[in-house]
């Protein structure tokens, strides 16, 4: 392996003139927790189904724990891949489910019940196992959906909006249960459209916007790639004459009065500097200045829009 769990390249999608995918190029590394975001609509599933090979691709390269899956199918008995659109077998009891999706991944019939039996305890889903599928709630039925994907213990996880569906709670705990995942030295991919999700576990993002790469990077670095144009001061205490002092100042764009200071926007065409020059002109003892990093969030509306983040 390269030291990528998943390496693209120039991988593109056609769907009846409509571009679902254009030269896409996109490296995972291996033992990441690697976020896919975009708004709905921007390619993050097709790109997924196509690098599993679930969906023929028009052009590019695809390789999966170092094999292209197109040449060799047995790559894909170390993934675990849960769709967007969940496919359990409602009439199914809940354990057989588990355990014949378990079986099609070469897990051994009586293994994949002990596994089943654990998971489902661990899901809190220990009385449910003899129930028919179709007889769980919609957040459950994703739980054992979840199940399914991990069971046969795959190197490489594909999750396409696991979060999907599920209250808080449970979005919580399958957060749990990916971070522990990780932290076993697995690559876990996922794709969402809720920002958030991939700001509070991803050490790598993509961005995609109508089917192309906007950024790509390590979440410290992408934050970092918003600039230094957020500011934030703090004094010891704010007077009458520091806030007289600060509404005189035409080097920022936006003020922000917070309990012990503000936080500033610089001006299209000021410097970093002005920031300390103000500092120095409020007659207050300061406390704190620092650059504010933007967040993931303000990151994707500069690149994509508001619209798109909304």
Same mark, same amino acid.
């Given at each position: ?27 995972? *590394? ?19 189904? %196509? ?17 292209? *899956? ?36 070469? $897990? ?59 209250? *808080? ?44 790469? $906007? ?17 934030? %001061? ?37 410097? *970093? ?11 207050? $003892? ?25």
């Amino acid at each position: 392996m390269t030291g990528d769990a998943m390496q693209i390249e120039g991988l593109t999608k056609r769907y009846a003139g409509h571009l679902a995918v254009e030269e896409l190029a996109l490296s995972v *590394p291996a033992g990441s927790i690697y976020g896919l975001l975009g708004p709905n609509g921007a390619g993050k599933s097709t790109t997924l189904r %196509i690098a599993l090979g679930i969906l023929g691709r028009d052009a590019g390269q695809v390789l999966l724990l170092g094999k292209d *899956p197109g040449l060799d199918r047995r790559v894909l008995d170390r993934i675990g891949y849960l769709p967007e659109e969940r496919g359990l077998y409602k009439k199914m009891r809940v354990i057989d489910c588990i355990v014949f999706f378990a079986r099609l991944k070469g $897990v051994p019939a009586a293994e994949a019940r002990r596994r089943a039996i654990d998971w489902l305890e661990r899901m809190s889903l220990g009385g449910w196992g003899d129930r028919r599928v179709e007889t769980l709630s919609k957040g459950m039925q994703q739980k054992v959906q979840f199940i399914t994907t991990v069971l046969h213990d795959p190197e490489l996880l594909v999750l396409d909006e696991p979060f999907s569906g599920l209250d *808080p709670v449970n979005q919580e705990v399958l957060r749990t249960t990916v971070v522990e995942a990780h932290r076993r030295g697995k690559t876990i991919l996922f794709s969402t459209h809720i920002i958030e999700h991939a700001e509070e576990i991803c050490d790598h993002v993509c961005i995609l916007a109508g089917g192309r790469k $906007v950024l790509d990077g390590s979440l410290a670095g992408i934050r970092k790639s918003g600039g230094d144009r957020r500011w934030t %001061i703090e004094v010891e205490a704010v007077t009458p004459a520091a806030e007289a002092a600060m509404a005189a100042e035409r080097a920022f764009s936006g003020v922000t009065r917070r309990p012990h200071g503000w936080v500033l926007e610089l001006a299209p065409g000021a410097e *970093p500097r002005a920031v300390l020059e103000a500092a120095g002109r409020l007659g207050a $003892v300061v406390t704190r200045l620092s650059r504010l990093e933007p967040t993931l969030r303000e990151v994707f509306v500069e690149r994509v829009g508001q619209g798109a983040a909304a």
